[in-house]
């Protein structure tokens, strides 16, 4: 069922999985919806979670006429979240921008316990003044829905076996009004804040990234540089087989990975 958080720049749309346990906070990335947890939201309430599926702003069901799309934006949302449903402890984890994201709010909020970076981006990616430039073109009206969809195909590696169902869902999403100017203005926005402060971050993370993932030159070095950069007790591990969307593209893995990771108490007050 969704439910609807009331922000001062609007609503941000979520779903829960799991009634008890530890909240999860659980991100997608740009152009895609909270749906992206379709596979691992379940399986760690049945792990004894509480799971708290967030869409975007401007994505899924959240509104999109919010006035700024920047990562720290979507962070500030998540700790909304967690002090409007008073969640404490909570474990959050963000796909691709939902990365940078959760490393924001972990900045901002004591009532984050460790995060989990999903094949995350937490700095601007290698070349991003010409990236940026080629945002408007590329995904702008009429083709941009189209172009970005055949971007995503790219990005995974093992494809589920409901693929084409949730790209059908997602790019009929990014044609409502508003939302394909949202995920381009996701894209323009720079992440140098958040990464000058990424030593801050002090609560354990752990950085799981596709071993394929195609956004990144060498997944592994990418994994391991995060791991090094966050401060606290932050480790990396690789998901054999998946791309961008290790959470729908190997959930079992993806899963084992983080239960090993929450269940270690080494290093946790």
């Known amino acids: 069922m969704t439910r609807m958080l009331q922000t001062r720049g609007g609503r941000v749309a979520y779903e829960t999985y799991g009634a008890e346990g530890t ?34 702003r401007g994505h899924g069901q959240s ?15 998540v700790v909304a979240l967690l002090d409007a449903l ?21 900045l901002r909020s004591d009532r984050v316990a ?13 070349m991003f003044g010409l990236i940026r430039s080629l945002v408007l073109p590329l995904f702008s009206r009429p083709w941009g829905v189209w172009a970005w969809g055949l971007y995503r195909k790219t990005l995974f590696k093992t494809p589920p076996a409901d693929l084409a169902a949730n790209q059908a869902a997602v790019l009929d999403n990014l044609r409502e009004p508003g939302r394909l100017d949202a995920a381009r203005a996701m894209m323009r926005a720079s992440k140098a ?7 801050e971050v002090s609560v354990p993370a752990l950085i799981a990234m596709g071993a394929e993932d195609p956004d990144f030159a ?27 969307y290790p959470q729908v593209e190997r959930p079992v893995e993806t899963l084992d990975a983080v239960l090993a990771f929450l269940q270690d108490t080494r290093n946790v007050p």
Not at 25 to 52: M, N
Not at 193 to 198: S, T, V
């Open 23 to 56: 909240p999860i906070v659980a991100l997608p990335g740009i152009g895609d919806t909270r749906a992206s947890y379709r596979a691992l939201g379940p399986r760690l309430a049945d792990a004894g979670y509480a799971v708290f599926a967030m869409d975007l």
């Open 218 to 244: 060498d997944p592994v070095v990418e994994a391991e540089w995060q791991a090094a950069r966050l401060g606290g007790d932050s480790r990396a591990v690789m998901i054999p087989g998946a791309g961008h």
């Open 193 to 199: 804040g958040i990464y000058a402060r990424l030593a």
């Open 114 to 126: 460790r995060l989990v970076l999903l094949s995350g981006f937490v700095s601007d990616p290698p």
């Open 63 to 77: 509104d999109a006429g919010f006035a700024s799309y920047t990562s720290e934006d979507i962070g500030d949302d």
């Open 86 to 106: 008073n969640l404490r402890r909570a474990v959050l984890i963000g796909n691709s921008i939902g990365a940078a994201a959760i490393t924001h709010a972990a």
